[in-house]
């Protein structure tokens, strides 16, 4: 059974910071991987989607990395702002029997303090 | 505004009665995915359709749980005889044929007292 696991569970920067948000997940097999933001009390909006032949995609501030051996990836954001502050979701598109459903994290609360 | 919508935003019922959400796919959308989402924790799978059949469901969809996506389209996601324990944020997603990632839509938020 695909496991997902985000670390930190929540982090607090001030403005301006680079920082890193942690996914891994258990079972390499997968078709891609996907972060999506969450504002409180609001649904998913995605902002990377990375296949499994890629290593990394690019948007805006926005950076995510894949290295599907070692079962992690990495959403990089530079120079962060306070409206960056929401939950970050990480989740994987499995292969086989669960090639059409995600596997989510937890999250990370993010907060970014001007 | 051409995303997915969902209706009603919000729902609040008492326990032991019935309740139904609807979903709006991005039209063209073949896929159309339902999960549960309670608080602090991720998204979890519920159901999936491709067009009008489904074709999965989570063993966290008990009996009382039903879905349905009558020619393809919209898609209505009802529980029966609700319980406390099915206060969540119900989100649906939708997937062109095409590609793997989902669209998700702004959630239904059920509260049961």
């Known amino acids: 059974k695909q496991e997902v696991t985000q670390i930190p569970a929540a982090l607090s920067v001030p403005e301006g910071e680079n920082l890193v948000l942690n996914c891994s997940f258990t079972d390499s097999a997968i078709y891609n991987l996907q972060w999506f933001r969450q504002d409180p009390g609001k649904g998913l909006t995605s902002l990377l989607l990375?296949?499994?032949?890629?290593r990394e995609q690019t948007s805006g501030r926005l950076n995510a990395s894949l290295d599907k051996s070692s079962g992690r990836s990495t959403l990089y954001i530079a120079a962060s702002q306070p409206g960056d502050s929401a939950t970050y979701l990480c989740?994987?598109?499995?292969?086989?029997?669960?090639?059409?459903?995600?596997?989510f994290g937890k999250g990370t609360l993010l907060t970014v303090n001007p | 505004d051409t995303g997915v919508s969902q209706n009603p935003r919000h729902k609040i019922t008492k326990r032991g009665q019935n309740v139904t959400f609807r979903c709006d796919p991005i039209s063209e959308h073949n896929r159309l995915y339902w999960y549960r989402q309670t608080l602090g924790q991720g998204p979890e799978f519920l159901t999936y359709f491709q067009n009008e059949a489904q074709l999965e469901k989570s063993r966290l969809l008990s009996d009382r749980f039903s879905a349905e996506r009558p020619k393809g389209s919209f898609s209505t996601l009802e529980i029966q005889r609700t319980e406390q324990g099915d206060s969540a944020m119900y989100l649906c997603a939708s997937t062109p044929g095409s590609s793997y990632e989902q669209y998700f839509g702004p959630g239904t938020r059920l509260t049961v007292t």
């Open positions: 989740a994987v598109w499995g292969v086989g029997g669960s090639n059409y459903k995600l596997t």
């Open positions: 990375i296949q499994s032949s890629q």
